[in-house]
């Protein structure tokens, strides 16, 4: 069965909108589905509605932001109620957060002499919460860089002219949102924060402390053997094992919908959990 647990749709930084992307995965052969949008549930329902029409199973996802030992990590939840109270002002603060975040950003471009990014990264989000990825597409539209790795490098990560730091939620308030809401709680793409091993099992360690259950074996961005380091993490720990592309847009040819390798077989399937 093909599986993919974790994609984003244009409520968050993703090029399709959520029905889109959808119908996309089922023609990719995709079975059981989440969009997990960055810090919202927006496109859950349009995703639902869609699911329901085309026979796929959809299972309510998001990601959060977290700032861990002035880290940002992120963690995935799956399988949960997104009407609940605990999530809802979760996700409030974390979009208060992009609000506040977007302002300063483009701030910074306007005095490193790059006018317009706040109007320009909205033109790109259709009106919805901002991300780095809307100011990426801003800045290679208006030719400061050719494509979303180089403008990352040169504006928007770390010491750039367009990063602005601060804190995100803790691991421990993401972690029992997810919990709270009945869901489960997964650490996305753990091989790409490049931790030291000692820091990874501390990171580990922390979140199922929390009540975290899961981390993600199979990610679109690993090669075989950050997968295989992470299958027995997941072994050692006894976590469950979740597999998902972190699809973008389709014009990321390095990513596509739904095409994963199997779960190791020593791993436990996260969704045996559903
Ligand atoms: P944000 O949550 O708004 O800070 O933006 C983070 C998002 O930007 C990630 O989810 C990716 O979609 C994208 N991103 C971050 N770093 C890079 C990078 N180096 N290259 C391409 N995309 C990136
Ligand atoms: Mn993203
Ligand atoms: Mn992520
Ligand atoms: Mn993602």
Known sequence: MKIDLHTHSTAS??????AE????????????????????VDGLDEARQSAKDIGIRLINGIELSVTW???TIHIVGLHFDPNSAPLQAGIESLQDFRRSRAIEI????????ITGAYEGAQAFSGGNMLG??????????AGYAKNVRSVFKKYLVNNKPGYVSGDWATLNEAVSWI???????????????????????KLIKDFMAAGGQAIEVVSGSYCINEMNTMACHAVDFDLYASCGSDFH???FPWIKLGQLPDLPDKCKPVWDLF
């Open 106 to 113: 483009a701030a910074k471009l306007d005095s490193a002499g």
């Open 69 to 71: 030992h002035k880290r």
């Open 13 to 18: 930084d993703g090029r399709l909108a959520p």
């Open 249 to 251: 847009d389709p014009d």
């Open 21 to 40: 992307l959808v119908h996309r995965s089922a023609a990719a052969g995709v079975e059981l589905l989440a969009l997990t949008d960055h810090d919202g």
């Open 179 to 201: 919990t709270q809401a009945g869901g489960v709680a997964v650490i996305a793409h753990p091989a790409r924060y490049k931790l030291t091993r000692t820091k990874l099992r």
């Open 132 to 141: 780095r990825m809307h100011f990426a597409n801003f800045l290679i539209a």
